[in-house]
């Protein structure tokens, strides 16, 4: 698998980097985790607007899924090879709503589904492309899932949003890259069931026996430095803080 970090700050998008966005592929397929506030125009670095197999959205607050409006334009609306087929999309009980209401002047209430194939996920295991996806319910204000996704005896772990939870633990059993938020600051922020911070992200990857483990979702307010030395000092595997652009080989 080859995962593209298309964007990667949280809440809102910073100087460097679009929100949260990640790009997977596999044997010819696309599959992109979340598309936050700035992630269509990123994404075109890394492929064509049309190149997308499947949309796995974690979650419905804007910084995940907000550009998701920009990208039924470019579908609904293209002039040259005529509308898009609609395209799988996979997320949390009310997605086509959320956009819906997001974009606010749709042709018609359908007009999202004639472009996008919603699937409501649940906790479950099933088939995406030649992925194996496993989704678990984590600990957010609003439904919110992490992702496991494998390939070819390999696997990648995304946290989504979340607080502290075991579920996130055993999701990310033994993954070989373990995509996890880390927003907030140890010793800073201590909101139950909102988010991790750099020191629980490193503790919850050493937990899950976790090879490898990048920190995402570091809102502009947050030092990457800070949050990425509290890991290290409690998880002994290789840690980095994502960047825009970069890309990793499972």
């Known amino acids: 698998m080859k995962l593209t970090v298309v964007g990667c700050s949280g809440s809102f998008p910073s100087a460097e980097s679009a929100c949260s966005s990640y790009l997977v592929e596999a044997d010819g397929f696309r599959l992109l985790l979340d598309m936050g506030n700035g992630a269509l125009g990123e994404l075109q670095r890394h ?13 419905l607050h804007a910084d995940h899924c ?22 799988p999309v996979y997320g949390p009980e009310g997605t086509e709503h959320r956009l819906t209401t997001a974009y606010a002047d749709t042709p018609t209430a359908s007009s999202m589904s004639e472009v996008f194939d919603f699937h409501t996920v649940k906790p479950s295991t099933f088939e995406v492309g030649p992925f194996t996806v496993h ?11 992490a992702i496991r996704v494998e390939h070819g005896g390999r696997s990648l772990t995304y946290s989504g949003d979340t607080g502290v939870t075991p579920v996130l633990d055993e999701l990310a059993r033994d993954t070989d890259l373990f995509l996890c938020e880390a927003a907030f600051t140890h010793g800073k922020e201590d909101i139950p069931d ?13 937990r899950a026996g976790a090879r490898s483990l990048v920190l995402t979702h570091i809102p502009p307010w947050t030092d990457p430095r800070v949050n990425l030395a509290d890991a290290r000092e409690v998880y ?4 980095e803080v994502a960047a825009a652009g970069a890309v990793y080989e499972i």
């Open 236 to 239: 002994g595997g290789r840690v």
């Open 194 to 206: 909102l988010h991790l911070n750099g020191r629980e992200a490193g503790e919850t990857a050493a």
């Open 47 to 59: 492929c064509g607007l049309y190149d997308l197999d499947a949309i796995f959205l974690s979650h």
């Open 135 to 145: 989704t678990e319910r984590v600990a957010h204000p609003v439904e919110a899932y």
């Open 66 to 87: 907000i550009d998701m409006c920009a990208y039924f334009v470019a579908r609904y609306y293209r002039h040259e090879g005529g509308r898009c087929d609609p395209l």
